[in-house]
T-cell receptor, first 113, second 114 residues
Framework: DVKVTQSSRYLVKRTGEKVFLECVQD?????MFWYRQDPGLGLRLIYF???????EKGDIPEGYSVSREKKERFSLILESASTNQTSMYLC????????????FGNGTRLTVT | GENVEQHPSTLSVQEGDSAVIKCTYS??????FPWYKQELGKRPQLIID?????GEKKDQRIAVTLNKTAKHFSLHITETQPEDSAVYFC?????????????FGSGTKLNVKP
C-alpha cells in the first residue's frame, strides 16, 4: 500500500515566518504534488515535481516555493507566511505511468496568525 | 487550462436512496477521470476511475458514466449507507499533456441520513 506521509498534522505560525511543509512517499513515485484545499474551492495545485530537482508551477504558486532534492521527499516552503495562506495543504504522489492515480497524504492544517 | 465544475455542492439523501454527482470538463484532451472520497479529517482516497475509451464502469454500489461528446461524467451511488457520508471530488487529467496534471472539482458534501 502506498504511503504518503506529511510531517505535521497541525501547524500554527506567525505572519512573516518562513514555513516548511515536508512530504515523504515510500513507493518510488516519480511525480509529487502540493495542493491547497479550501472550502468551496476544491483542491488547487500549487507546485508539482516530475523528477528529482525538477519542479513546475501549478495554478496558485505565488508566495510558495518547493524543493525536491531526493526522489522520496517534496518540500513546500512559504517564504514569508501570510494570513491568507491559512489552509489545509495536501501532498500527493503518483507513478509516471499511463493514467495512474494520485495518492494523498493526510494533510497539514496550517494556521497563520 | 482545464476547468472542472462539480454539482451539487451539498447533497442530502435518505439511507437506501441513490445519489448522483455530476462534473463537467472543458478540455477535450482530458482522458482520465478519477473520483475521490474524503471522510472528515482523512485523506482523499480513490474510489473509482474511468478512462475515455470506456463509457461506464461499475464497482459494487458505485458507478461512473462518461459522455465525451458532452464533456461530462457522473458518479452514481446506489443503496446509500451512512458510511457513504463524505466529501466527493471529481478530477480530470490527460496523459497527452507534457505533465500529467490533475484538475479537481470543488467537491460535493454527501450526507446520508439514517
Amino acid at each position: 500500500d502506498v504511503k504518503v506521509t506529511q510531517s505535521s498534522r497541525y501547524l500554527v505560525k506567525r505572519t512573516g515566518e518562513k514555513v516548511f511543509l515536508e512530504c515523504v512517499q515510500d513507493m518510488d513515485h516519480e511525480n509529487m504534488f502540493w495542493y491547497r484545499q479550501d472550502p468551496g474551492l476544491g483542491l488547487r495545485l500549487i507546485y508539482f515535481s516530475y523528477d528529482v530537482k525538477m519542479k513546475e508551477k501549478g495554478d496558485i504558486p505565488e508566495g510558495y516555493s518547493v524543493s525536491r532534492e531526493k526522489k522520496e521527499r517534496f518540500s513546500l516552503i512559504l517564504e514569508s507566511a501570510s494570513t491568507n495562506q491559512t489552509s489545509m495543504y495536501l501532498c500527493a504522489s503518483r507513478r509516471e505511468r499511463y493514467n495512474s492515480p494520485l495518492h494523498f497524504g493526510n494533510g497539514t492544517r496550517l494556521t497563520v496568525t | 487550462g482545464e476547468n472542472v465544475e462539480q454539482h451539487p455542492s451539498t447533497l442530502s439523501v435518505q439511507e437506501g436512496d441513490s445519489a448522483v454527482i455530476k462534473c463537467t470538463y472543458s478540455d477535450s484532451a482530458s482522458n482520465y477521470f478519477p473520483w475521490y472520497k474524503q471522510e472528515l479529517g482523512k485523506r482523499p482516497q480513490l474510489i473509482i476511475d474511468i478512462r475515455s475509451n470506456v463509457g461506464e464502469k461499475k464497482d459494487q454500489r458505485i458507478a461512473v458514466t462518461l459522455n465525451k461528446t458532452a464533456k461530462h461524467f457522473s458518479l452514481h451511488i446506489t443503496e446509500t449507507q451512512p458510511e457513504d457520508s463524505a466529501v466527493y471530488f471529481c478530477a480530470a487529467s490527460s496523459d497527452r499533456m507534457t505533465f500529467n496534471k490533475f484538475y479537481f472539482g470543488s467537491g460535493t458534501k454527501l450526507n446520508v441520513k439514517p
